[in-house]
């Protein structure tokens, strides 16, 4: 398994929340906790900015993926609006994560509670040539529900 140097910065001075963490040896995303002092409530359809209270240095060909939490989008229909959420080597503020009711019923997020996944991935910078033709392919233009035939 790969590891890399991830500095993290707390945004806030008295958080008493955990620094983002692995939950499980082989887990791929570490938690991201709610930094707030108030319950916030999600109305069905509602959505909302939730501040994490950290900032991260990512090493330069990094990026973080913000991504939903399983156990609350099936259990209360929470989800990413932009899912998965990119943050840039270059960014250095305060991860916020949108977080989206699509469930039947107002959901309360709590202080300090598990919101979302961070996971570490590299990436690769494409260089931009345009041409007048693509080569073919044998799918061809063929999209949505094509490869269903």
Do not use: W
């Not at 955990?18 to 040896?25: A, E, G, I, S, V």
């Not at 939490?69 to 943050?87: D, K, Q, W, Y």
């Not at 509670?113 to 991935?121: G, K, T, W, Y």
Request: net charge negative; hydrophobic share 40%.
């Amino acid at each position: 398994m790969n590891s890399m140097l991830l500095k993290i910065k707390r945004t806030t001075t008295d958080s008493g929340n955990p620094l983002p963490q692995y939950m499980t040896p082989h887990a791929a995303g570490m938690d991201l906790y709610a930094e707030i002092r108030e319950d916030i409530v999600l109305c069905p359809g509602a959505r909302a900015l939730v501040p994490t209270g950290v900032a991260i240095e990512l090493p330069e060909g990094y990026e973080a993926q913000v991504r939903p939490r399983s156990g609350l989008a099936l259990r209360h229909g929470l989800a990413l609006v932009n899912s998965p959420g990119t943050i840039d080597p270059d960014y250095r503020g305060e991860i916020g994560v949108i977080l989206i009711n699509l469930g039947e019923e107002s959901f309360t997020i709590r202080p300090g509670e598990r919101i979302a996944q961070l996971v570490i991935a590299p990436f690769v910078r494409a260089k931009i040539q345009e041409v007048a033709e693509l080569d073919g392919s044998e799918r061809g233009s063929g999209g949505f529900g094509h490869t269903g035939r």
